[in-house]
Every structure is written in structure tokens, then in C-alpha cells.
């Protein structure tokens, strides 16, 4: 007699927990996240939860002594290497039948007034937060590249472009500079992130909080939060702090990927901006000429895998219910944290890349003193000399240029006064008073740049002052990092001062 489909998968599923299929799919996948990801966080809520209850007077100083001493027990690295056998349903139990086992039943008031809930919330949050504060600081050192480079670029004249199009000259300093800024909005997005991120669950317990007169403020501090998550229900409901968190690292990496698709073009033999030193090239198996630039493609690919899994985390944060649960903890966390460290990761490549790369100023220069583009100025200038309006200068310029292209004349030499005249007597009846001095000068790309001293332009002195401001802010946003990574440290000091007092280890 055949058997039934669902006789064959009760024999293969089992019939007590965990399932094979359950396990395969979700616990065990879980269950390594965890043993990985937040047995140093979980241990530390331990330390810090039971500090909080013996200042309470929730647990005596003797029971306190003897599950320290189990907390102190136990073996992180060894716990990491465990694997998930179905005997306890997650990490947390796990943990919790270790303590008990070596304190005995005192350790089950470990969890007084306390939940997986809130202390989920909290691990989940201090695992984020010290990867924000890694990637902030990858993030930083890319900056100091970016500022080196500038100052490195301030008189390397090259052209940009608009549409795709030549537009006007300018520098790469100013694009590197422009890359600067937009990396600091990244980091100010981060930063932003890291507040929401930076507040204590704990003391929310399962929804409503406790009966218990427990101190949420005094875990707050123990554990290095910064805020407390006022509203029990928020506490542990909230996942906007990862949704921020996830659209904070997927517009860094947006932005990133514009460049470097900039990158990939200028790389090319045609446009010839730049050599990719050698460390960062791959050959063709067929083509010996071939010097791939294949360290950029991976970063452009990876870019978009970061931009997709934050979207992953959003999605699936999408229309699930406000309460505790697995959606947005235990599925979620991981896209983040992956999506956060291959950011990081590209911020170390690139600033390998751009530090050792060979720029090919004179390739550049060239272009741009061939270029039609120096041209904005020349209108600027009939304004200036001649008295046009600008709208009247435009007409003639555009009008020069149009009649060279049709002559097939492509480059900026065969711009003569000659050709001016002719055009500006159509246009607007008269010749201009410029000589041929005057007119080589607001033709060459680096008097272009040159006057371009506004704030935000790309002259070398304006650059200069630009680039004191941008170390300024740099050392600001070092300041901040070292200011949370100090707060965090001086934390895990505290507890861990007040429970080697207690288990006598430092006697």
C-alpha cells in the first residue's frame, strides 16, 4: 500500500521540535548568527542586568557572588563553535540552562523583571552600533584620502562634464572635493542612525515592563546606551532603528556607485585619466595587452548588492504587525549586518585604489586646452569687455563654435579672432574689442579655473580654503567616533570592574 504524503513527511519531519526542515531553514541558521554575532552582547546584558539588581535590593550579595561567577564561567570562543542540536530552542535558553547549571536555581533570578523581548531588542541594537561605529570609521579614512588627493589635485586641470557632455573646465581636486562632501553627508546619515540606534530596550521586559522596581536608567548606563526607548511597547516593537539605519547605508552606497561608475570611464584608454596601480589590475587570459580594471567592477557590483540587501531589510519590515517579532530580529539583522560590512569593505578598497593610482595630468590638460569647453568663459568675457548682455554673448560664442564645427574644425585652436569678428558683426553688429591676447587668455582652461574663486569653485586658492575646512570637520568627525567608542568602552569597564570585585578574580 502506498504511503501518504503526509505519512512520508511526519517519518522525515519527526514528530517532536524541532522539525528537520524548521531546523535546516531557520533554527540552526539563527542559532550560528547568534553564537557568533551576540554572545559578547548577551553576556554583557547578563553582567549589567545583575549588577542593576543587587543596587535594587532585587537579589541578595551572596546569590549575586555565585552567578557572577557562572556568568564569568562562561567560554565565548567556545560557545562559537558549538553547533545547534535541537535540544534547546535558541542561544538564549542554551546560555540560561548553562548558568543555571553551574550556579543552580539562584541564576534563574538572572531573569527577574527581564525578557527575551527587551533583551533582544538590546542585543540586536548593540551589534549594530558597533558595526556603525566600523563602518563610520572606514568611512573617515576614505575622507582623509579624499582630502589628501585634493590637496595632491588642486592644479590638475581636466574638463567636466554634464549630460555626459564636455561642459566646462575645471579640476579634480573639485570633483574629489565634491566626493568629500557628499561622503560627509553619508557619515552625518550614519551618525544620525547611530543615535537611533544607541538606546537601551531593557527594563521594557516583554511589553509592559515590571512589578519589579528595577532601574532602566541604570542599564542604560551600564551597557552604554545613550537614550532609554521610553515606551515599553515601542521598545520592543521599534524596528525603524534598523530601517535607518538599512536607508542610511543604501544611499552611501548609491552615492559611492556614481563615482565609480565615473571611474570605470575614466580608466579607459580612450579617456585616459588614470593608471590603476598594479595590485588592483587583472589580466585577459587571451589579450596581453589587457589591464582589466576589475577591482572597480567588483566594487560597482558590490555596491549594488549592499543597496539590495538594505532594500531586503526594508521590504521585509514592510506591512509586518507592531509588535515582537521574528520578522523584523532574528531574518532581518543579518542583511544589515552584511550590507554594512561589504560597504565597509569597498571604503577600505577604494582608498587603496585612488591613494596608489597613477593620474595622467598632462593627458587631461591636453583634453581640456583642445576643448570647446573653455568657451563659457569667452562669453563671460565679451560681457565684460564689450558690454553684452550675457543672452547677446551666448549668441555669438555659440554661433563661432557652430560655424567651426561645421567647417570641421573640432578643437579650440582654430578659435581665431578672426572667426570672433566675423560672427559677432552678425550678431550683434559690431566687432569685439578684444585682442589676441586677451582672447588666448579666457581661452585657456586654467585662467578659467583660476578665476573661479567663489565659494565652492574649483581655483587652487579657493581650494586651498576649502580643503582647511574639510580637515577641520575631519578632525570633528574623529572626535565624535572616539567619543562613542570611548563611551562604550568606559561601559564594559564598569561592569566588568564590578564583577570581577565580585567573583574575587582580582584577588
Not at 44 to 62: D, P, R, T, Y
Not at 121 to 134: C, D, G, H, P, V
Not at 264 to 272: A, H, R, S, V
Request: hydrophobic letters at 40%.
Amino acid at each position: 500500500m502506498k504511503t501518504s504524503l503526509r505519512d512520508q513527511i511526519i517519518k522525515k519531519e519527526g514528530t517532536t521540535f524541532p522539525s528537520k526542515t524548521y531546523t535546516s531553514i531557520v533554527l540552526e541558521p539563527a542559532y550560528d548568527e547568534a553564537k557568533q554575532q551576540f554572545i559578547d552582547s548577551m553576556v554583557e546584558i547578563h553582567k549589567a542586568h545583575l549588577i542593576m539588581l543587587v543596587e535594587q535590593g532585587l537579589v541578595g550579595k551572596e546569590g549575586a557572588r555565585k552567578i557572577a561567577k557562572a556568568v564569568a564561567s562562561l567560554d565565548a570562543e567556545e560557545i562559537k563553535n558549538r553547533i545547534y542540536t535541537g535540544e534547546f530552542e535558541d542561544l538564549f535558553f542554551e546560555v540560561e540552562h548553562a548558568l543555571i547549571e553551574e550556579a543552580g536555581d539562584i541564576a534563574g533570578n538572572l531573569h527577574i523583571a527581564r525578557s527575551r523581548n527587551d533583551m533582544g531588542i538590546a542585543i540586536y541594537r548593540m551589534t549594530l552600533r558597533k558595526k556603525l561605529l566600523i563602518l563610520v570609521e572606514k568611512a573617515l579614512k576614505l575622507r582623509e584620502a579624499l582630502i589628501e588627493l585634493t590637496e595632491e589635485h588642486k592644479e590638475t586641470v581636466m574638463i567636466g562634464y554634464t549630460h555626459t557632455q564636455q561642459a566646462q573646465p575645471t579640476t579634480l581636486a573639485h570633483y574629489l572635493n565634491a566626493m568629500t562632501d557628499m561622503l560627509t553627508r553619508d557619515i552625518s546619515r550614519l551618525q544620525a542612525a547611530y543615535k537611533t540606534v544607541n538606546r537601551s530596550s531593557m527594563g521594557a521586559a516583554a511589553l509592559t515592563t515590571s512589578g519589579f522596581g528595577i532601574s532602566r536608567e541604570r542599564m542604560k548606563e551600564l551597557l552604554g546606551f545613550e537614550e532609554i526607548i521610553d515606551n515599553a511597547w515601542d521598545a520592543v516593537a521599534g524596528a525603524d532603528y534598523i530601517a535607518e539605519t538599512a536607508t542610511a547605508v543604501q544611499l552611501s552606497s548609491l552615492n559611492l556607485g556614481r563615482s565609480i561608475q565615473d571611474f570605470l570611464l575614466w580608466g579607459t584608454q580612450e579617456y585616459g585619466a588614470f593608471l590603476l596601480s598594479a595590485p588592483y589590475v587583472q589580466i585577459s587570459s587571451i589579450m596581453p595587452q589587457k589591464r582589466n580594471p576589475v577591482s572597480i567592477e567588483h566594487m560597482r557590483g558590490l555596491l549594488s548588492s549592499v543597496a539590495g540587501d538594505c532594500q531586503t531589510v526594508l521590504l521585509m519590515l514592510h506591512n509586518t504587525p507592531f509588535g515582537d517579532i521574528v520578522d523584523t530580529e532574528d531574518d532581518m539583522q543579518p542583511y544589515i549586518w552584511k550590507a554594512i560590512e561589504k560597504l565597509g569593505g569597498i571604503y577600505d578598497l577604494l582608498t587603496c585604489v585612488l591613494l596608489t593610482m597613477e593620474v595622467n595630468k598632462e593627458t587631461l590638460l591636453k583634453r581640456a586646452k583642445e576643448s570647446f569647453a573653455n568657451v563659457t568663459e569667452l562669453a563671460d568675457t565679451l560681457v565684460r569687455k564689450d558690454g553684452l548682455s550675457f543672452r547677446q554673448a551666448h549668441h555669438v560664442v555659440s554661433a563661432t563654435v557652430k560655424e567651426l564645427l561645421q567647417g570641421g574644425k573640432t578643437t579650440l585652436e582654430s578659435l581665431t579672432l578672426k572667426i570672433l569678428n566675423i560672427q559677432s558683426k552678425k550678431v550683434v553688429g559690431k566687432e569685439t574689442v578684444l585682442t589676441e591676447e586677451e582672447l588666448k587668455q579666457c581661452l585657456s582652461p586654467k585662467y578659467f579655473v583660476q578665476i573661479r574663486d567663489l565659494e565652492g569653485g574649483p581655483s587652487p586658492s579657493r581650494m586651498e580654503k576649502t580643503i582647511q575646512i574639510r580637515l577641520n570637520e575631519q578632525n570633528q568627525l574623529a572626535s565624535w567616533l572616539n567619543e562613542k567608542q570611548e563611551h562604550l568602552s568606559t561601559a564594559t569597564t564598569v561592569v566588568y570592574e564590578i564583577i570581577t570585585e565580585w567573583t574575587g578574580e582580582n584577588e
